[in-house]
């Protein structure tokens, strides 16, 4: 028997409160950021990643290569200014807030 797997009967009830993915509002910010980078043409192609410790909105150039940045929302932060991070291909923080819009927006993505 898998003790991974939670079997939920009745989920109307808001009895199971962890969260392991992004909130809506935190997608449409992603979302529109990427939509914005697409129409510049400095992004192609993105992928989602998800653990019980962050998740994660890749962004590629291309579909063949490496993510060129990770924007990640840690689940349990051990700093509340790491709540949200973006990495770079190595997983080095280029930046990192406790507001995911704020953080986002101060970004200069072309000279990163």
Known sequence: MNK??????NNSIKSVEEKYFFEKYELKIILNLYAKM????SWKDYGLTISNRQAGFKVFRNST???MYNI????NPKNRNLKYL???TR???LKNSSDLEIMLNSINWKKL
């Open 4 to 9: 991974n797997l939670k079997l939920i009967i």
């Open 38 to 41: 697409v129409s510049k043409g």
């Open 65 to 67: 290569e490496n993510a």
């Open 72 to 75: 990640c929302k840690n689940f």
């Open 86 to 88: 973006v990495t770079d």
């Open 91 to 93: 997983g080095r923080i």
